[in-house]
């Protein structure tokens, strides 16, 4: 699909200085842009590459102002980096902008769903589903019985949602994201042998949520697994049964969130943390990547280490530990002396 400098200058709101009818089909970083290819200048660092980049078309700020010729046609905006984001998000609407449901799939009698479905080929939709509208479920997606999905959500290829599962509005569910599995709980018995404990309950995913590709959300003993509105799960992540992740919390890659922790709204959790089961972390908390939290949190610390110290604590502990074997050294000489006394 192609756009003129002057559809995407009217898209942004900006001003062409150049070619209003130059044509481009393709987006570019400014250093590796070719004929036909959209760029954009924001870092002033990457203002040497304007002169240089064979790009047809260049978003950059209202005041810049160029100090050599240039190549390319210019779009000026108020905030280049802003118009070249709100235009990447036009770019994936259109380019997702897909409806109709293909062959071959399986869609239960009793399952339901709104205007615009795209039904990607082999997905698998079970009894009593709702789906909401505007969803787009790509191919090779399973959705169980009794799954309820709201409007404008997207469901990648390869996702998997268990019986019982709800999701919300605006969703977006990574590819090999499996909702709903059971959740990890056995008793042992008196010869040592693990039997299941039944997971009756389900997941619950509210509004706005992302959920990166391989990531796991189990469903509950008792009651839901709840994500609330606004989270954003990064790849490869773990959450457990009955676990609660709060409002606009934010999880890096590789965390594992033991069973029936809660934690709270505006948090902030990096790749590969441990959290510990039946705690829980209040809001607005920072977590450095690889730390392992082994107790409750209160709102707003910042953490850090395995187990986890508070932030301050652990850098000042760090410079000991560095300077450990000098320390050695330094006790073993006044030892030695001493003991020459």
């Known amino acids: 699909m192609k756009f003129t400098a002057a559809q995407i200058a009217g898209l942004l709101d900006g001003t062409v200085d150049g070619d209003e009818e130059i044509a481009v089909s393709k987006l570019a970083k400014i250093e590796e842009g070719t004929k036909g290819s959209l760029t954009f200048l924001a870092n002033p660092k990457y203002t040497h590459y304007i002169y240089s980049t064979q790009a047809s078309v260049a978003i950059v700020n209202n005041d810049f102002v160029p100090e050599h010729a240039l190549k390319t046609t210019l779009i000026r905006v108020e905030n280049a980096y802003k118009a070249f984001s709100q235009l990447l998000e036009y770019y994936n609407q259109v380019k997702m902008n897909k409806t109709g449901i293909e062959n071959p799939v399986f869609v239960a009698e009793s399952a339901k769903y709104g205007k615009n479905l795209y039904l990607g080929a ?135 969130v033991a069973g029936s922790t809660k934690i709270g709204k505006n948090c902030m959790i990096g790749g590969q943390v441990g959290i510990a089961g039946h705690i829980v972390i209040g809001d607005n908390v920072k977590i450095q990547a690889q730390s392992g939290i082994g107790r409750s949190v209160k709102d707003n610390e910042t953490l850090q280490g395995s187990p986890a110290l508070s932030y301050s604590d652990f850098n000042k502990s760090y410079v000991h530990f560095k300077n450990l074997p000098k320390i050695m050294d330094r006790i073993n000489t006044v030892e030695k002396k001493q003991n020459n006394e």
């Open 122 to 256: 082999f997905s698998y939709l079970g009894e009593n589903v709702k789906i909401g509208d505007n969803v787009k479920i790509y191919p090779n997606v399973y959705i169980g019985d009794n799954v309820t999905i709201g409007d404008n959500t997207i469901l990648f290829t390869g996702a998997k949602l268990y019986s019982e599962t709800i999701v919300g509005d605006s969703c977006v569910i990574n590819s090999g994201v499996v909702i709903g599995a059971d959740g990890f709980g056995f008793m042992p018995n008196e010869k040592g042998e693990y039997h299941k404990v039944p997971q009756t309950g389900n997941v619950i995913i509210e509004d706005n949520v992302d959920i990166g590709p391989g990531t796991t959300i189990d469903r509950a003993t008792l009651g839901s697994t709840v994500i609330k509105k606004g989270a954003k799960l990064d790849n490869q992540i773990q959450i457990a049964h009955n676990v609660i992740i709060g409002e606009n919390t934010v999880i890096a890659a590789q965390t594992g």
